[in-house]
């Protein structure tokens, strides 16, 4: 059973998520908070295995409210849902430690979706979402320090494997980063995340 808590500012449209969601057998939604602060109280009874957050919620909002959550429970998967694609709400999200982004003008099943992607450790990027152009500051931005080191590796010519042998990880988790690397950076596979890794080993 995936337990999930939504986190939104607005009550009618976290009634209207969990009414759709209560028909569904592998999800269960535990709790439900209207601002950032809140939830930061609630994810500390519930641990929640995924949390659908407002970017803009009073008190605390979702962007520093992520951040917390990752300090303190940093296996809780964070979806982003908001009204806004811009870039900078984007990176942001990521770069707090959400792997999914939902506009809330999207299907209630992008919602469901969304959470089932994400529980498995995948990302999920709601397909009206437009992708950050993948660039140095960017990919400084939101990719985590060991994704950068194996970026870097990646740049030198390094497979998988030998990046796994190096960094002494498995190599399943190498190939892991990669997927999310190249989901992160918007590319459109492993030829263009190792084309990317290339042209920006200097840079790093």
């Known amino acids: ?118 529980v498995s450790g995948q990302f999920y990027f709601d397909k009206k979402i437009n992708l950050p152009t993948a660039n140095k500051n960017m990919s400084k931005s939101v990719l985590s320090s060991r994704e950068l080191e194996i970026l870097k590796l990646i740049g030198k010519g390094r497979t998988s494997h030998e990046i796994a042998n190096e960094l002494f990880i498995g190599k399943s988790t190498v190939d892991t980063h990669r997927k999310n690397m190249i989901r992160k950076l918007g590319l459109q596979g492993a030829g263009e995340l190792l084309r990317f890794a290339v042209e920006k080993k200097y840079d790093f």
Do not use: W
């Open 1 to 118: 059973m995936i337990k999930v808590i939504i986190a939104e500012d607005h009550q009618a449209l976290i009634d209207g998520i969990e009414s759709y969601l209560e028909f569904e057998d592998d999800i269960n939604v535990i709790g439900t908070a209207n601002d950032g602060a809140s939830l930061l109280t609630l994810i500390r009874r519930k641990t929640p295995d995924v949390i659908l957050c407002d970017i803009r919620m009073p008190i605390m909002d979702g962007i520093e409210a992520t951040k917390q959550i990752m300090m303190e429970l940093p296996n809780t998967k964070v979806i982003a849902f908001t009204m806004f694609d811009q870039d900078e709400a984007v990176k942001s999200m990521l770069h707090a430690g959400a792997i999914g982004y939902v506009l809330k003008n999207s299907s209630l099943q992008v919602v469901m979706e969304a959470i089932r992607t994400v």
